[in-house]
């Protein structure tokens, strides 16, 4: 238990559907992220927020569309995805992005298919 | 771009064996962590090293920063079958915020 929670952990989605996975993390902290992750690749920051503000956006598409309500919260809008969307998403966060370290706890992460 | 290159990418080894994966760049880091991710969950955060040189303990696992701040290994002694997972190491650049993974190592140990 990491103190990041992350729903739904499984998800199947076609092309046409919107859905929206959610983070919640009860460590305190200013900063959380979303990453991808798929097999044979290293972890994509997709976006970064720090105090509630988008502070990265990593040239992500335009089919995703994070929302982040407060610094507990993240939100990750998904609408009419590709096939090769298809992979574990996770989200993360730590004390403040200006932290020397950025020491980061993930959640579980939800494993999205895109069919 | 700074980019962490690990190796090796799969390692497969008997249990009470002991092995070491590397994290080289040719870039420097301000500092380099070490996660583990096992099936079905996230990375979890195992150690931080900043200081070139530094070498840090967990119980049979040995992680060392390079002199240069530009590599880094981790030595486990004695595998067990529980070491099975996805080590992943991750950078801070220098100047930077993001944090920077390697592509990773999954090391299987077998009873």
């Known amino acids: 238990e990491t103190g990041v929670t992350q729903t739904p952990r499984h998800l199947v989605m076609g092309m046409t559907n919107k859905k929206s996975l959610k983070c919640e993390q009860h460590l305190g902290h200013n900063a959380m992220y979303w990453y991808k992750q798929s097999a044979k690749k290293p972890l994509e920051l997709m976006f970064v927020y720090n105090f509630k503000e988008q502070t990265e956006n990593n040239s992500v598409p335009s089919r995703f569309s994070p929302e982040c309500p407060n610094s507990s919260h993240l939100f990750l809008h998904l609408h009419t995805l590709q096939p090769e969307d298809s992979a574990l998403y996770l989200c993360?966060?730590?004390?403040?992005?200006?932290?020397?370290?950025?020491?980061?706890?993930f959640g579980p992460g939800t494993r999205l298919t895109v069919l | 771009t700074q980019l962490l290159e690990q190796s090796p990418q799969f390692l497969s080894i008997q249990e009470g064996e002991n092995l070491t994966v590397y994290c080289n760049s040719s870039?420097?880091?301000?500092?380099l962590q070490w996660y583990r991710q096992e099936p079905g969950e996230g990375p979890v955060l195992l150690v931080t090293v900043v200081t070139g040189g530094e070498v840090k303990k967990l119980k049979r696992l040995t992680f060392q920063f390079g002199d240069a701040r530009k590599d880094s290994s981790l030595h486990i002694t004695a595998a067990q079958p529980g070491d099975t997972g996805l080590y992943l190491c991750?950078?801070?650049?220098?100047?930077?915020?993001?944090?920077?993974f390697g592509q990773g190592t999954r090391l299987t140990i077998n009873p």
């Open positions: 870039s420097v880091f301000s500092s």
């Open positions: 993360a966060s730590s004390q403040d992005i200006r932290g020397r370290y950025n020491e980061q706890f």
């Open positions: 991750a950078g801070v650049g220098q100047g930077a915020q993001k944090l920077v």
